[in-house]
Nanobody
């Protein structure tokens, strides 16, 4: 069974950091691009970042560059999203998704993990 499972969310104070994980089961991440998305209450889902399968190229939403870093560990079949200098507006449910290349329509989605940035 193909599955993506996010973890690492939680409550953090403004300026803090979190590292989200996206673990795959039922398939090998090596051959897939993995993206992170987020959806805040009352807002549409937006793309956060993506890492390609071929050469590990990374892409970020312009507003998040410099604060978020995506990486992958194919040996652990896991992709990470390191989030630093978090702001209250980063509060959202964060999802990971797999696709053949960054920008394509996702094939599989995780269930999401809640990130809340608040003092």
């Amino acid at each position: 069974q193909v599955q993506l499972v996010e973890s690492g969310g939680g409550l953090v104070q403004p300026g803090g950091s979190l590292r989200l994980s996206c673990a795959a089961s039922g398939f090998t991440l090596d051959y897939y691009a993995i993206g992170w998305f987020r959806q805040a209450p009352g807002k549409e889902r937006e793309g956060v970042s993506c890492i390609s399968s071929s050469d590990g190229s990374t892409y970020y939403a312009e507003s998040l560059k410099g604060r978020f870093t995506i990486s992958r560990d194919n040996g652990k079949n896991t992709v990470y999203l390191q989030m630093n200098s978090l702001k209250p507006e980063d509060t959202a449910v964060y999802y990971c998704a797999s696709y053949y290349f960054c920008g394509a329509a996702p094939d599989y989605w995780g269930q999401g993990t809640q990130v809340t940035v608040s003092s």
